[in-house]
């Protein structure tokens, strides 16, 4: 009985010494800042960082504390941003917006979304679908709209 005793004290220490919080790396803490084009729904996922073609605004946020006019702002090659918001954010995590919308003749393929905050420069990628076909073929086949439905 002695050497179970002596087993269940060490096994107690050995436990008791894993509930040591870690100790931080050394070295900077990461930098808050994050930007992104449009965010998921609980309905719609996968809107994250693509462009939503022949949907309400496309809108770029950004986590930018103390972000304001002037201090802070979007740019990308193939987008124009209007409509600026600074402030907090219901339902997602940011503290300014803005409407994105495509540049007219941009190709399909991957983009860099760029938010200056305080001065520096923070990136994301974003991808723009090619478009979908605008005009029905000839000769296709029609549904019906509905009307005849009882």
């Known amino acids: 009985m002695r050497k179970s005793a002596i087993f269940a004290v060490a096994a107690a ?13 050394d070295g900077p803490a990461p930098d808050p800042v994050t930007v ?3 965010q998921d729904t609980a309905v719609l996922h996968g ?8 949907s309400d605004p496309n809108v770029a946020f950004a986590y930018c504390p ?3 006019t002037g201090t802070a702002a979007f740019s990308s090659p193939a987008l124009q941003f209007s409509q600026y918001f600074y402030g907090e954010m219901v339902g997602v995590k940011a503290t ?10 941009t190709k399909p393929g991957s983009y ?6 305080a001065g520096k420069q923070y990136n994301a990628t974003f991808t723009v679908p090619a478009a ?4 029905v073929p000839q000769g296709a086949a029609k549904a019906g709209d509905g009307s005849l439905a009882s």
Do not use: D, E, F
């Open 13 to 25: 220490i050995g436990l008791a010494g894993t509930a040591v919080p870690a100790v931080a790396a």
């Open 36 to 38: 992104q084009l449009n």
């Open 47 to 54: 809107q994250v960082n693509a462009y939503q073609r022949g």
């Open 66 to 68: 103390g972000a304001k």
């Open 96 to 105: 300014m917006s803005a409407h994105a919308n495509l540049v007219p003749g």
């Open 112 to 117: 860099p979304l760029t938010v200056t905050c």
């Open 132 to 135: 979908q076909v605008s005009r």
